[in-house]
C-alpha cells in the first residue's frame, strides 16, 4: 500500500495518502483537493478496500474499490497488473472506472466550460479549418489527461524504485 502512496501523492490533486489494516481488511484513503496548496482537512476524503488479488514472482495483480467518493461519485474500482515479459521489459496494465451523479456531472461541466475549457487530451480526432490538429476535449479528454498523469506517475515510481536498487 506504501507504493501506492508513492504513486498516487505524485498527482496535484491528491493531498495525502495513507494506508491501513491488513489482508481483507486493507484501506487506502485519499484526501483530493484543488491543486493549488490546500490543507489535507479541506479536501475530499475517499476510502477504498485494497485487495492483492495475485501475488507471484512474475506477476501482481492489486484491486482498488471504493463505494462512494466526493461530489457524488461512486463505484470507483481500480486495477492494476504487471508482469515481465522477460528480463528487460516489463508490460503494465492500469485500468478505472467510476460513475458520477448529478452533482459531479455538474461540477465536471461548470469546470469544463469555465476554466478547464482549455483542457484536452493527447488523441487527435480531426483538423482545424486552418489544418492545426484538433485534441479529444470534454470529458473524455479530462480522463485521457488523468490516464497520462497515473501512467508518468507509475513511470516515475518505477524508476525510482530501480534507482534505489540498481544505485543507479
Known sequence: MEQWCEVLILHLNVKTCR???NGAASTLSLSVGRKFDQPPGEAFQTDFAYRVVASLADYLQVALAA???????KDYRTGFEVTALDATTTFVHLSYAD????AAK???AAYLGTIGHDKVGFSIVGQGSNGAP??????RG????NTMRDYLAVGVHSLKSYSMISGA
Open 19 to 21: 494506508g491501513q489494516g
Open 67 to 73: 463505494a462512494a467518493g466526493p461530489l457524488d461519485t
Open 99 to 102: 460513475a458520477c451523479g448529478m
Open 106 to 108: 455538474i461540477a465536471m
Open 134 to 139: 484538433v485534441y479529444l476535449a470534454d470529458m
Open 142 to 145: 479530462a480522463v485521457e489527461r
